[in-house]
């Protein structure tokens, strides 16, 4: 998004000091959650975010929220071993395509509901034109063994666990997960995302 859109009566008004795109926010942050000396396999995560027809949303925003490589949070205070400089927080605003793309690590597994290890995953919030609420979704490795054991991935029907199961790719030696994300159900039945009330 290039400039203010104020006829729009919920925004999208994302790039104004909402997104790396907008302003100089990179200490704040950034869609690149990497850090110097940030332990862990670097990987790529990337797709578009979609409505109803298969049209990317060019002016969304998708923000992640995500464990460092041994399932910790950030939390601002330093404990042994723990590099505080990754924040475990990012922010991208869609390209005109609806494309979106972070540079980060993967995430280590975290306890869940009744203590059960939940498998490697990004929480995701999705912010776009005419919706007065983010929509909250996560994103899982489409090749992580965890999967079959994880207690909320379990919570979501077999059949729609697709939609967040980002899928592996291999490009120039670096690895991408590719994972688009569609606000609702396609005309010819293409399924949205899963999409959690928190």
């Given amino acids: 998004m290039s400039e203010l859109t104020p006829s729009q009566t919920v925004g999208p008004f994302f790039a104004y000091c909402l997104t ?38 060019p002016d969304a925003m998708v923000e992640i929220w995500q464990a460092d490589a041994d399932g910790s949070y950030a939390h601002g205070v330093a404990e042994p071993g723990s590099n505080i400089a990754f924040k ?6 869609s390209g005109p395509d609806g494309s979106y793309s972070f540079s980060t690590i993967k995430p280590g597994r975290v306890a869940g509901p009744g203590g059960r290890l939940q498998a490697p995953h990004l929480g995701v919030n999705i912010f776009a034109r005419g919706l007065l609420k983010q929509l909250v979704t996560r994103i899982y490795f489409g090749d992580e063994s965890a999967n079959e054991t994880d207690p909320i ?3 979501v029907p077999a059949e729609r666990r697709a939609t967040l199961l980002a899928k592996p790719e291999r490009r120039n030696g670096a690895k ?16 949205e995302t899963v999409f959690f009330e928190v």
């Fill in 20 to 57: 790396p795109a907008g302003y100089s926010t990179r200490a704040i942050f950034s869609n690149d959650l990497n850090v110097p000396g940030l332990a862990g396999e670097k990987l790529r995560i990337e797709g578009r975010v979609l409505d109803g027809d298969g049209v990317g949303i």
């Fill in 88 to 93: 475990g927080f990012g922010r991208c605003g």
């Fill in 153 to 155: 991935l379990a919570l």
């Fill in 176 to 191: 991408v997960y590719v994972l688009d994300l569609r606000l609702q159900e396609g005309a010819n039945g293409e399924a």
